[in-house]
């Protein structure tokens, strides 16, 4: 007989899990009638159920013991959003060997345990849908596995970090410096009080780690991209990039070479003024999927936040429901994955921004172009800066070149002696 209610447990009562409740206690009427089935909130589990969260919970729901809560016969999904590794892992793992559905926002335990979750629920015959763990609200895993399932794709990258893009957003409007930016990020909320996974690029590495082995049917290690951050980006390079025409984002980038290689980076990049990512700020996230019959799409939308995450969640909860006499597990989860290669990023090409702190004096430009000419690095443009008789900057755009040449390059023009530093150096063009 087919079931007219599904009970769920919410693991986490922080900033997203209230806002899964507030959806499920708010919209229950709508979900009922576009799903067919009720969905219950059977339990809240939190070792804080005291905290006034701005939400009227049901008698009964709250409890500090969450397996417990996934052991109970009477729940049928689980929704994990504690975060974080631990204790993460065991409750999806315990729910999964429960027969339990689960649906998480957890970008890290999915990007570093995901494979492993996978095999459990197709064994178990349940489903784990993860919408909310790469772009908030934005519906991009659902597009990925139908909407474009039947393209080969071909490029997927974007903002996929709403606190980077915040601060590098204050700081081209504002001139505002990196500090000061963070700060500001910190007081709204959009950053941590410990802001590594963000700024440091770890979140956006988790989060192309899901995407990339869903757009391209492969298991990727997180720990395998490329990752750079945006600690070192000052508000003259941001005001530099803007007279060269450039605006700078933190990208994710996943692009599809040979049957068997990608190349998969996050790093700071220098957007042609023009292109539709260059207006994407303040905490919003977009993500480009250019398939081989549909071409470019972009996904917009909020990345984060109690709402725009909840909402994902839902979506999936939705998934489930409207799917649940079916039995089995997700197509998405039975996907032919292939084993890839994630190309160095040392063979990769790009164009570079390049800013040096010289001796002003005469013959330092021709020093300079003698070791780009040396490394085969092409100087498509040069400007000189802030000449103050003693020393002065030198900003270079090359043309496209090899990452392995243009860091060779880099490391005699560190040593010449009119050279008293190399700034920055920043990946440019899309």
């Known amino acids: 007989m087919a079931k007219s209610e599904l009970n769920i447990a919410v693991l986490g009562f922080g900033t997203v899990g209230t806002g899964v409740v507030k959806m499920l206690l708010g919209n229950g009427e709508l979900l009922a009638r576009r799903c067919g089935k009720k969905l219950t909130l059977k339990y809240i589990a939190d070792l804080d159920i005291q905290r006034d969260r701005g939400v009227k919970v049901p008698k009964g729901v709250l409890t500090t013991d969450a397996l417990n809560a996934i052991a109970d016969p009477a729940v049928d999904i689980v929704v994990e959003v504690i975060g974080g590794v631990n204790p993460a892992k065991k409750f ?159 990208l994710a980038i996943g692009i599809a070479h040979a049957e068997d290689r990608v190349e998969l980076r996050v790093h700071p990049v220098m957007i042609p003024e023009r292109h539709p990512l260059a207006t994407v700020n303040d905490a919003f996230n977009a993500v480009f999927v250019e398939g081989d019959c549909v071409g470019e799409t972009m996904f917009y939308g909020r990345g984060a936040g109690e709402l725009p995450t909840a909402s994902a969640i839902v979506g999936d909860l939705a998934d489930l429901a409207l799917h649940y006499e079916l039995g089995g597990t997700n197509p998405a989860l039975h996907f032919d994955f292939t084993q890839k290669k994630i190309i160095p990023v040392g063979e990769i090409f790009s164009k570079y921004f390049i800013r040096l702190k010289v001796k002003d004096e005469t013959g330092v430009l021709a020093a300079v172009s003698r070791v780009c000419a040396d490394h085969k690095v092409s100087i498509k443009a040069v400007q000189q800066k802030d000449a103050s008789g003693a020393e002065t900057s030198l900003v270079i755009i090359t043309h496209t070149v090899q990452e392995a040449a243009l860091q060779k390059a880099v490391e005699q023009i560190a040593a010449l002696r009119q050279v008293l530093e190399v700034s920055s150096v920043i990946r440019a063009g899309l």
């Open 92 to 250: 999806i793992e315990t729910a999964l060997k429960n027969k339990k559905h689960v649906v998480t926002s957890n970008k890290e335990v999915i990007a570093k345990h995901g494979r492993e979750f996978i095999a459990l629920a197709v064994q178990h015959g349940v489903n784990i849908l993860f919408e909310a763990s790469a772009g908030g609200g934005i519906p991009i895993i659902n597009a990925l596995t139908k909407a474009l399932a039947g393209n080969n794709i071909k490029r997927i990258f974007g903002i996929v970090n709403g606190t980077t893009n915040y601060i590098l957003t204050k700081m081209y409007r504002d001139n505002a410096d990196f500090a000061a930016a963070l700060r500001e990020a910190q007081a709204l909320g959009y950053a941590e009080a410990d802001p590594t996974s963000d700024v440091d690029g770890y979140d956006a590495a988790y989060k192309l780690a899901i995407l990339a082995g869903l757009a391209f049917n492969s298991h990727f290690a997180y720990s395998d991209i490329y990752c750079e951050g945006i600690r070192r980006i000052s508000a003259v390079d941001i005001a530099l990039a803007r007279e060269f025409g450039y605006v700078l984002k933190l």
